[in-house]
């Protein structure tokens, strides 16, 4: 059978819906060892815990000093029960002087803050917008404003993986094949681009 390309492949359905629009609702992840879903404000830095067997939404981040400013992405070491918070600032809603961008790494069951890494860049305005995460732990995350995708390391720094102004002009989100050693991401202007995750050599990408 042909397939009509204006069909969709798939049907889509709404699982749930949840009152948060308010507070520009960014990131998701799911903690499939306690079934409970994570959802990252970008306006207000909160991060809230859904189950959805008894409907209940409560406030997991948010009641505390920790100075997330919009939080852009969110990824779960499941093993290790982490929850990895990417937080950067947006002048709309932080102010203009806002610049530190911070990967904050919270316990998953009590929301106990156990390190930081705060990211400054004097010269260049940034914001670090997605992260994926790789088998070993390592954090890849991309740089909206900045043509560079950084990696964490062991040792919680924040270093360059990949720059290429030739190419990355808007970098937004992330995918991960982690068999094949691919890191996948989209640029805003160019399309996407497929990274191997060892070298960081562009070994296919969509730029005409």
């Not at 042909?2 to 749930?16: A, N």
């Not at 609702?25 to 994570?38: F, G, K, T």
Request: aromatic letters at 12%; glycine letters at 8%.
């Amino acid at each position: 059978m042909r397939h009509d390309s204006q069909r969709p492949l798939q049907q889509s359905s709404v699982v749930f819906e949840l009152d948060l629009l308010p507070e520009l609702p960014e990131a998701l992840a799911y903690d499939p060892v306690d079934s409970l879903w994570y959802f990252g404000m970008v306006k207000t830095g909160n991060v809230y815990r859904y189950d959805s067997r008894s409907d209940k939404l409560s406030l997991f981040l948010g009641d505390d000093n920790d100075g997330r400013y919009g939080v852009f992405s969110l990824e779960i070491d499941i093993e290790k029960r982490r929850l990895f918070v990417l937080s950067s600032p947006i002048a709309a809603f932080h102010g203009e002087g806002a610049s530190r961008c911070t990967l904050f790494e919270y316990d998953l069951n009590t929301g106990v803050l156990i390190q930081r890494n705060d990211f400054y860049d004097g010269d260049e305005r940034r914001l670090l917008g997605d992260m994926e995460r790789y088998s070993d732990g390592t954090l890849f995350i991309s740089d909206s404003y900045y043509p560079a995708i950084l990696k964490r390391t062991e040792r919680n720094e924040l270093v360059e993986f990949i720059f290429r102004p030739d190419l990355f002009k808007s970098l937004q989100g992330l995918a991960m094949d982690q068999e094949r050693g691919i890191l996948y991401a989209a640029d805003y202007r160019n399309g996407l681009f497929a990274i191997d995750l060892f070298t960081g050599e562009v070994v296919a990408d969509t730029v005409e």
